[in-house]
């Protein structure tokens, strides 16, 4: 994902929480959205507070990322976001070092980067 389009999913996120639209759950339940590239390894995993916030972010992000009730493995860095509203912290896990300065280098209106990125 480029950085445009990963500051498109920020706001994309931000905007569905903000709006508090939910969709009905597509498989089973999970609070990690897990995005995988085109050959199905994942490159980045949100830790939300339950299925429900999960579904909401989901339901914006694309077909990309989907929830799943256990995390992937493999992921390498990690970081602290908050979602304001609702203030809610949430755990972000990434490839690598790289990945997770991309992604966090600048966030989007309602997205603050709490504990920036380190190494697993």
């Given amino acids: 994902m480029s950085f445009k ?13 903000v709006a508090g639209c939910a969709s009905t759950p597509a498989g089973p339940p999970g609070k990690h959205l897990v995005y995988r590239d085109s050959a199905g390894n994942a490159i980045r995993q949100f830790d939300y507070p339950d299925d429900a916030f999960c579904r909401r972010v989901e339901s914006a992000a694309g077909r990309a990322a989907r929830c799943q009730a256990e995390g992937a493995s493999g992921l390498g860095a990690h970081a602290t ?7 809610v912290l949430v755990q ?3 490839a690598d070092m790289a990945r997770c300065r991309a992604d966090t280098g600048t966030m989007s209106s309602g997205v603050e980067l709490v504990q920036g990125c380190a190494a697993k």
């Fill in 92 to 94: 972000g896990h990434y």
């Fill in 5 to 17: 389009n990963t500051r498109l999913f920020l706001l994309a996120a931000a905007a569905a929480l």
């Fill in 81 to 87: 976001l908050r979602y304001n509203p609702p203030g």
